[in-house]
């Protein structure tokens, strides 16, 4: 086994804005250090680095790249059980909603929309997005949590 630590500190981060580190003391098998041993040095790279990447490939998927509307709703994804993901994940929206939707869409593309149907345009888009952006990362989350997500159409 070997153990690795890192300092609190501040990083660069990618967008510019400075990142707080923390300290972490892992217990490493000797066959998983020497594998990131071999890809720090194979990739000229740190192996703080390699350690990094290979913790957020196999962290749970971000919600923050999510257009912000949505984030708070994404990010409460991560805190529930895997049967209330299950539900989220499985999810259809209502044939009443997609019918209304898809009437809406074609007026607006005819350009003959009212204000106020382009309002509820609007509302319908967004709610798709979000209820789409939920089943994704829901499924997203199964998966990571270990579970066999079938494809999209069976879900």
């Known amino acids: 086994m070997h153990a690795i630590m ?35 040095q194979a990739t000229q790279q740190s192996f703080d680095a390699v350690v990094l990447r290979a913790i957020q490939v196999g962290a749970p998927p971000s919600w923050e790249d999510a257009p912000a509307e949505f984030q708070a709703d994404l990010a409460a994804l991560d805190r529930l059980d895997d049967d209330t993901l299950w539900h989220i994940a499985r ?29 509820e345009l609007t509302q319908l888009r967004t709610a798709a997005d979000r209820f789409m952006l939920r089943k994704v990362q829901a499924a997203a989350l199964l998966r990571w949590r270990g579970h066999h997500i079938p494809p999209a159409d069976t879900l």
């Open 6 to 40: 890192h300092q609190d500190g501040v990083l660069g981060k990618a967008k510019g804005t400075p990142m707080t580190t923390h300290a972490v003391t892992l217990q490493l098998p000797e066959h998983v250090y020497l594998r990131l041993q071999h890809i720090a």
């Open 91 to 119: 999810r259809r929206q209502t044939a009443v909603d997609m019918v209304r939707y898809q009437e809406l869409l074609e007026k607006n593309a005819n350009n003959t929309l009212s204000d106020a149907e382009r309002t």
